[in-house]
């Protein structure tokens, strides 16, 4: 098998019992009625023989890439307060996830956004060219 794309099925019921906050707290239901927080999220990168797709619920250190310069669990980012457009709803990253300096020795094609905050929940697969 191989990595495929998809938003992680988990992810969409998750987000029906309100366990994921991508920006500023709106609604006081989470953690405290008198202190929310923004949960923490990272991405981490796959090698092309792992198999993560819509059935990924969480972080897993299996088929993780490894060199240097590269973190194992990935790297933390934050994300945009979520928008429409239409009939859609999104957000995306505030800016590039990105690594610096890293030697990565086996070929990649695939990051898995997680949610740390909430014991490491799959959000989504990303697929990409093979690259090394």
């Known amino acids: 098998m191989a990595n495929t794309q ?12 309100g366990l994921h906050q991508f920006g500023t707290v709106t609604l006081v ?12 999220f990272k991405a981490a990168l796959y090698l092309v023989s792992a198999t993560y797709n819509a059935a990924t619920t969480a972080y897993s250190a299996t088929g993780e890439v490894s060199g240097t310069g590269y973190t194992a669990t990935g790297a933390a980012f934050t994300w945009v307060a979520p928008a429409t457009s239409g009939t859609t ?36 697969v990303y697929t990409f060219g093979s690259q090394t």
């Not at 890293?102 to 909430?118: P, R, S």
Request: cysteine-free; hydrophobic content about 45%.
């Open 29 to 40: 239901s989470r953690t405290s009625l008198t202190s929310p927080t923004t949960d923490t």
């Open 89 to 124: 709803a999104f957000t995306t990253p505030s800016a590039a996830i990105a690594w610096t300096t890293v030697t990565l020795a086996t070929a990649f094609d695939a990051v898995l956004l997680y949610n740390v905050t909430q014991t490491n929940r799959a959000v989504a």
């Open 6 to 17: 998809a938003v992680a099925t988990s992810f969409k019921s998750e987000l029906m019992l």
